[in-house]
């Protein structure tokens, strides 16, 4: 009997533990396994393989049985606040109800993607680099503490993963924004380039509008092909699940790297409970995993562990994971994991119409879009309020029908819809949130969800810094919009819910001191080094930037850091 | 569904329809019934002539034979409460109703402007119940139209697959 539990640990024991497959655990996978670690990917939720699982890839609408509309008896299976967001088409990647409950102590919108690829099936595609504005703007501005990297650190690790993923973008030469190693840029359309022109004369060139920049393949490369991933085609179907690999997803690109190698495996159902924490060694030796399905606890066993959960869930791991000497989650002396959660302000929207460029139109279809980057207290406090923010922007000729009426007129205004006299333009704000101690995540004391794991108790809320952020916004860009002739201007402020972005983080700040973060400059916990959090648990500021590019970043850069201390013993 | 059940159901259904309106020859069976249990056959020819007048037949397809009212007992059934789907059924009733009360017979017996001067009055109705049903009716069968492959194809340049984006290019004329 004694040698079965030998055998199984040993059969469970490997190089490296990576949980969560997503935009970030991808990376880490990839990484570990090219450099020769025996890895294993801890994903909670079911797989999803490229192409084959995307079943509604290759649907034209009159393929969807409800042209979209998602039934009432299915409706029933998603959380009630969701239910606007339910379509046909992208359904099978939204989030049961029941999977994961958590507690809003006050509102918070939690967008999940609890399958293998993560949020990488689900985002926006659209990938900035940070600046030194960004990285020493705790520091300038006094809140939070001090990143413990650099531009110059991270710059190296950006080209990286650029190369890899394929970065669709133009070199603007801006220093708030720099750029990166990019594939043929996506166009500006002549009213984007419009606004661009007007900016750039109307604010002495402080003010731009570039194509954003965006991880989409537009003429590949032979590591793209090499991935088995070819051109992206245009037809802005991404979250649905590319059958093209035209844009970068964990299920397209990482993870079938990392298998080739022969080092991964994926264990998909495998949701992880808790960090263990050898109190002779002072190092965490593995995870212990709930497998979704049969609810047995199982543990794994490595070196070293990547934390790629996804922000708010890799704070909750950590959290769990109590021991004697960590009697308040791993690597928390200080007591501040969990706090400083903070998101991008996406609160502000602009739609306006120009009447110019009548003669001409757009063809085809755009992934992304206009980007104006942000311009607000760049090199001066300039504002009342600290930081700034980026904005999308974009336009487009759309042509309508007119649907008053009946019958054969009716019908004919549906057949032959005319080209508006109008182009259309729309912008949404991206704002830095200022992380504070109060908005944070907890363990619930008493609930727990399906698998006996605590329910998250989030707490967090807006701050007047947002609000005036968003009034600026509003202004900045009214007068923006005013100075390039478009009319019709509205302008509003969503009030949407904290984490409505989808860019919540934060939690395991990263830092240089450990009495005031949880991480050091490679992404190690302090005080449990064989720990690595790379996902955006380990933000100590948000940017006004897309994030993924930099937790891509940030996770090949700490995985070679990893793989370097392991070759000497260090881990 | 079993394609063969739905056919012999739609051949018991149709035994209801032995005297349908010499302009309603063109119908075929699938276009025109979907045995969801959510409507009578009475109930399913009412909303097919509504989507008809709606969107109706000419040198260019209507409603009808893009098989929209199947579509449309589809969505009632299956993404509208009961409330909302017994206004419908309700609505449909009133359409008959203000037929025999304004032009003395049926709906569907009535000429094209009489039936489109009916919904049309739906339309504007101080009667939120009978505007909200022709209102949801329209929209679905509007919705159910412009998603075909049909028009999609044949009027509105579906392209699932642009493979390109060309930000200023001229109008064409």
């Known amino acids: 009997m004694a040698n079965l539990a030998i055998d199984i640990k040993k059969q469970n ?19 570990l396994c090219e450099k020769g670690l025996k890895t294993i990917v801890l994903e909670r939720g079911r797989d999803i393989k490229h192409i084959q699982d995307y079943p509604t890839a290759m649907k034209n609408p009159w393929d969807f049985e409800h042209r979209g509309q998602v039934p009432l008896s299915v409706r029933s299976e998603y959380p009630k606040g969701r239910g606007a967001f339910l379509r046909e088409e992208t359904l099978p990647f939204a989030l049961k109800e029941g999977v994961q409950p958590f507690v809003e102590e006050k509102p918070f919108t939690w967008v999940r993607g609890y399958h293998v690829g993560g949020k ?33 650190d991270l710059a190296p690790w950006y080209s990286h993963v650029e190369k890899f993923a394929g970065i669709s973008g133009n070199k603007d030469g801006l220093p ?70 035209g844009y970068f997803s964990s299920n397209a690109s990482t993870l079938p790297w990392a298998a080739k190698t022969g080092n991964l495996t994926l264990r998909p159902f495998s949701t992880v409970h808790s960090i263990i924490f050898d109190e002779k060694l002072n190092k965490a030796s593995g995870v212990r995993v709930v497998d979704t399905n049969t609810k047995e606890m199982i543990e794994y066993h490595a070196r070293i562990i990547f934390v790629n959960g996804s922000a708010l869930n890799s704070n909750l791991v ?33 739609s306006a119409e120009y009447e110019g460029f009548l003669d001409k139109t757009t063809d085809g279809k755009n992934p992304s879009n206009g980007y104006v980057p942000r311009f607000r ?39 032959y819809p005319k080209m508006n006299n109008h182009w259309h333009v729309s912008s949404w704000m991206m704002g830095e949130c200022v992380p504070i101690e109060k908005n944070h995540v907890r363990l619930h004391e008493t609930l727990k969800d399906p698998y006996g794991i605590p329910q998250l108790v989030t707490s967090a809320e807006w701050t007047d810094n947002d609000a005036k952020m968003v009034k600026d916004y509003l202004e900045q860009f009214t007068e923006m919009f005013t100075k390039a002739g478009f009319r019709n201007i509205k302008g509003a402020d969503s009030m949407s819910n904290p984490g409505s972005d989808i ?45 993924s590019l930099t937790y891509m970043a940030l996770t090949a850069r700490a995985a070679n850091y990893a793989v370097s201390e392991m070759k000497k013993k260090n881990l | 569904m079993n394609r063969r059940t739905v056919i012999r159901d739609l051949t018991l259904a149709l035994g209801g329809l032995a005297t349908v309106p010499a302009w309603a020859n063109g119908w075929k069976a699938e276009s025109l019934l979907m045995p969801t249990g959510l409507l009578k056959p009475t109930e399913q020819q009412m909303l097919a002539i509504v989507a008809e007048t709606i969107i109706p037949e000419s040198n260019t ?56 001067q009916i919904l049309l009055g739906f339309e504007k109705s101080q009667d939120t119940k009978l505007k909200d049903f022709y209102t949801l009716i329209k929209n679905l069968t509007i919705l159910g139209y412009t998603t075909s492959e049909y028009v999609q194809t044949g009027f509105l340049n579906y392209n699932m ?9 001229p109008v064409k004329k």
């Not at chain 1, 985002?123 to 110059?152: C, H, M, N």
């Not at chain 1, 002549?190 to 989409?216: F, I, P, S």
């Not at chain 1, 406090?381 to 009426?405: C, H, I, K, P, W």
């Open chain 1, 13 to 31: 024991t490997y190089d490296a533990i990576v949980i969560g497959s997503g935009i970030s655990g991808g990376w880490a996978a990839k990484e």
């Open chain 1, 120 to 152: 990488s099936l689900m985002w926006a595609r659209q990938t900035q680099r940070w600046s030194d504005l960004d990285f020493e703007g705790p520091q300038r501005d006094g809140f939070a503490v001090d990143w413990p990297i650099r531009y110059k």
């Open chain 1, 503 to 547: 860019h919540e983080m934060g939690g395991v700040r990263m830092g240089n001191d450990p009495k005031t973060s949880m991480l050091n400059k490679w992404n190690a916990l302090h005080l449990c080094k064989n720990v690595f959090v790379t996902d955006g648990a380990c933000m100590t500021s948000t940017g006004t930037q897309n994030p």
């Open chain 2, 61 to 116: 397809k209507g409603a009808i034979s893009l098989g929209i009212p199947a579509f449309l007992e589809i969505m009632l059934k299956d993404c509208y409460e009961a409330p909302v789907t017994e206004n419908v059924i309700n609505g449909l009733k009133a359409a008959d109703a203000t037929a025999e009360s304004q032009f003395g017979k049926s709906f569907a017996d009535s000429d094209t402007a009489q039936k489109q």
């Open chain 1, 377 to 415: 207290n760049l090199y001066t406090q300039e504002t009342d309020f600290l930081r700034g923010y980026a904005a999308g922007v974009g336009a487009g000729r759309g042509s309508s029908s007119n649907r008053e009426g009946i019958g054969e007129d009716l019908k004919n205004n549906i057949l």
């Open chain 1, 318 to 350: 950590l959290l769990n994971s109590t021991s004697d000497r960590f009697p308040n989650g791993i690597g928390n002396d200080n007591g501040l994991l969990g706090k400083f959660i903070s998101w991008h302000n996406y609160r502000g929207k602009i």
């Open chain 2, 161 to 169: 697959a642009p493979g390109h984006y060309y930000g200023c290019v």
């Open chain 1, 176 to 245: 708030e924004l720099p750029d990166g190693e990019f594939l043929t840029p996506i166009e500006l359309n002549c009213v984007e380039q419009h606004l661009k022109q007007t900016l750039t004369k109307e604010y002495n060139n402080k003010r731009h509008v570039v194509q954003g920049r965006c991880a989409h393949i537009t003429n590949p490369q032979p590591i793209h092909y090499k991935q088995g991933r070819a051109t992206c085609q245009h037809r802005n179907l991404c979250s649905r699940g590319c059958p093209y690999g």
